[in-house]
């Protein structure tokens, strides 16, 4: 059974860092498409960043410039580097693997608590 498995994240100041992490075990996923999304109280979820198995990179508007997502096939891992965190980043942030063919991905991580104070 593939499971998505998270660390990191937790409570930083506006400007501050925080890096989340994601390895993936049950399945190899260095061909898959790899994410990571948030989601605010009351609000959808929304896709932060996505890397295809080519390295390719895509950001929301939201963050680019300040986060940068990485992989490491080797070790099935994947990252998301938060830099100059703003209030607004507050959010849980999921990972997520393997795109499903209609615009989202088969696979998610448990979730991460990222707050964000001033």
């Known amino acids: 059974q593939v499971q998505l498995a998270q660390s990191g994240g937790g409570s930083a100041q506006t400007g501050g860092s925080l890096k989340l992490s994601c390895v993936a075990s049950?399945?190899?996923?260095?061909?898959?498409?790899l994410a990571w999304y948030r989601e605010d109280p009351g609000k959808e979820r929304a896709m932060v960043s996505a890397i295809k198995p080519d390295g390719a990179e895509t950001y929301a508007d939201f963050v680019k410039g300040r986060f940068t997502i990485s992989r490491d096939n080797a070790n099935h891992m994947f990252y998301l580097q938060m830099n100059n965190l703003k209030i607004e980043d507050t959010a849980v942030y999921y990972c997520?693997?393997?795109?499903?063919?209609?615009?989202?991905?088969?696979?998610w991580g448990q979730g991460a608590q990222v707050t964000v104070s001033a």
């Open positions: 997520a693997a393997c795109n499903n063919g209609v615009g989202g991905y088969t696979y």
């Open positions: 049950g399945y190899d996923t260095q061909w898959c498409g």
